[in-house]
């Protein structure tokens, strides 16, 4: 049972547009969510995260939404440059509830930035 | 650069061998996690050490085992290796106190033959 769930593989958008990519979640457990971005042969980088105090985070060109409601986060990205091209990965944790403090991640979405 | 350090980076055995891969964690950092990364799947968590102790359980299997040292760098051995083993395994470092983001090495990629 994926707990995250990147619904999109795929994404191309243009230079300089708005990039938003979409995570949703199942277990009310998390707290704590987290955005990482790749490129081949290289281990994940951690770009953004959020507590589940906060709706909002910002980072530079980096902005993530938390909506625990509807268990949605959504990474935006503006303006996208062609170094954003890369595969993004969404991974959410349980922190306060005493969980592992290892990252459970969705399956990525890979980001293609056209110019 | 993440500071985080895997050896080897590539890795090709045969089925039933025993291999192990080796992480050196960021400088600080208590807390080391392995990951397994195989085609079409996203990253799962196998194990997390804290200071020397296991902490969490992931979907590890039994012929796979772990342990972090007292210098804090951390090896995964995996014994009777089987063809379905192949895959990019990831160490991740954090401080460990909770709300902190892991830092990833570039990984070792596994091939069994």
């Known amino acids: 049972d994926q707990q995250v769930k990147q619904n999109s593989p795929s994404l191309s958008v243009q230079e300089g547009r708005i990039s938003i990519l979409n995570c949703d979640y199942t277990?009310?457990?998390?707290?704590?969510f987290l955005w990482y971005k790749k490129y081949p042969a290289e281990g994940p980088t951690f770009l953004i995260s959020?507590?589940?105090?906060?709706d909002k985070n910002e980072d530079g060109r980096f902005t993530v939404f938390l909506n625990k409601s509807a268990k949605h986060l959504s990474l935006h990205i503006v303006p996208s440059q062609p170094g954003d091209s890369a595969v993004y990965f969404c991974?959410?944790?349980?922190?306060?509830?005493?969980?592992?403090?290892?990252?459970?991640f969705g399956k990525g979405t890979h980001l293609i930035i056209q110019p | 650069d993440s500071g985080v350090t895997q050896t080897p980076k590539h890795l090709i055995t045969a089925t039933g061998q025993r291999v192990t891969l080796r992480c050196s964690p960021r400088?600080?950092?208590?807390?080391v996690y392995w990951y397994q990364q195989s085609l079409d799947q996203g990253l799962q968590f196998l194990i997390q050490?804290?200071?020397?102790?296991?902490?969490a359980k992931g979907n590890i299997l039994e012929r796979f085992s772990a342990q972090q040292f007292p210098d804090l760098h951390s090896e995964l051995n995996l014994s009777s290796l089987e063809l379905g083993d192949s895959a990019l395994y990831f160490c991740?470092?954090?401080?460990?106190?909770?709300?902190?983001?892991?830092?990833f090495g570039n990984g070792t990629r596994l091939t069994v033959t």
């Open positions: 991740a470092s954090s401080r460990g106190a909770g709300y902190s983001p892991l830092h």
């Open positions: 277990n009310s457990m998390f707290d704590y």
């Open positions: 959020i507590s589940s105090i906060k």
């Open positions: 991974a959410a944790s349980a922190i306060r509830g005493g969980g592992a403090d290892g990252l459970t």
């Open positions: 400088s600080g950092d208590l807390s």
């Open positions: 050490y804290y200071n020397g102790e296991e902490r």
